[in-house]
């Protein structure tokens, strides 16, 4: 396999600066940023008339899929600086019987390094972080982020350290600390560990890598929204279902689509989207549906689908913004409608997806009962996680080879 990230060209990026998410205000590309001076996230900008003058749709169309392929819009600036794990293009996989149409796909990211999406956000920022000569970083997590720093910053030679709350996932704790991260388990929940973080940040001790607190994040997750036009012929499809916790990848697909209409590689017509949330922490469908700007913190969060249990997300209002501005809405699914479609899915169409899918999955079936979606409509639920990550229904049937054994019964 050709890795786009073997490459020897000194240029990658086309990056000119950022800016806030807020205010518009501009800011150094180059430079090491955290959130803007109104405590905002950060955006990073191109020039795209550059790229779309450099870089014909054939060009990109040509190289192999792997997200470097999209290196101009990505802002690693130096080839040099790229880290890879094989972050590959991820299939879209039909899902008829347990989704009840032909139509709808499910983006399976946990085929990605380290099993999940968070790979590419991760991948990006540990590049940049090794870029801007950052030495020591520590994280929140609910647990996948922390599994893809350990797995980029120990191949960079970063120092890592990444807080969870005490009740995550095991193999994700032991994932961190086996891929050379320092773990610790909090007794709270991520905002908690991210207080803790942001402190020693203050202090001067390391970087924060809380979600949306550096630049680089973003743009990683972006490379779904490219990936997606790419794999649906640059025409984008009806709806997409985004498991919402943070937001990364909903605000950074939104920007994606942007920056291809810009390129001229699609038209204006966006997908509606839908940031699904669990209905035991679901401050984004609260706020939505309130018609709020931003969202207050979900006291006492709780949901088998850890990967979106965030009481409060600092992206809030960008969510809620793409969210409205692409005539879709935040939707709340309860913890045994997300069993169900995991297990559905697993069992009528052989796709082992995460809980955090699985809501996709549980959305979008109540979507359709609701004639919020049509059957005819083109639609990808994402899987952002390897569903082996997860614990399973016990299957403890057994066959003693010394005894008869009923093989019709079998
Ligand atoms: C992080 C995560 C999410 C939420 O992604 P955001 O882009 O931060 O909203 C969903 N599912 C899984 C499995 C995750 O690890």
Known sequence: ????????????????????????????????????????PLLVRYDLDAVKAAIPKAMI??????????????????TRDIVSLGEIETPLIAIPRSAGSPNVLVKDEGRLPTGSFKARGLVMAVA???????????????????????????????????????????????????????????????DD???????GAAEG???????????????GKKTMGLELAAQFGWKLPNAIFYPTGGGTGLIGMWKAFDELEQLGWIGPERPRMYAVQASGCAPIVRAFEAGEEHAERWEDAATVAAGIR?????????????????????????DPAILKAVDDCARKDG????PEGGATLAAYREALRTGEVDEDERVVLFNCATGLKHP???ADAALDRFAEIDLGAL
Request: charged content about 25%; hydrophobic content about 45%; proline content about 5%.
């Open 61 to 78: 169309a040509a190289r192999p899929t792997d997200l470097w392929r999209w290196r101009e819009v990505l802002p690693v600036r130096h």
């Open 128 to 190: 940049m972080a090794k870029e801007l000569g950052v030495t020591r970083i520590a994280m929140p997590t609910n647990g996948n982020a922390g599994a893809a720093l350990a797995a980029y910053a120990t191949r960079c030679g970063i120092e890592a350290i990444v807080l969870c709350p005490d009740d995550t996932p095991e193999i994700n704790v032991r994932e961190i600390a086996q891929q050379g991260a320092r773990v610790y388990r909090v007794n709270g929940l991520i």
């Open 351 to 354: 796709l082992l997806l995460c």
């Open 310 to 334: 965030v009481p409060k997300a600092v992206g809030d209002f960008l969510i809620l913004r793409a969210v409205r501005e692409s005539g879709g809405k935040a939707l709340g699914v309860g």
């Open 205 to 219: 001790r390391w970087f924060d890598f809380s979600t949306l607190k550096e630049p680089y994040r973003i743009e």
């Open 1 to 40: 396999m050709t890795i786009n990230a073997n490459l020897t060209a000194e240029r990658a990026t086309f990056v000119t600066h950022l800016e806030c998410s807020m205010t518009g205000e501009r800011y150094d590309a180059d430079q090491l940023h955290g959130l803007s001076r109104v405590g905002r």
């Open 392 to 394: 399973m229904p016990p």
């Open 193 to 199: 560990c991210g207080a803790i973080v942001a402190r």
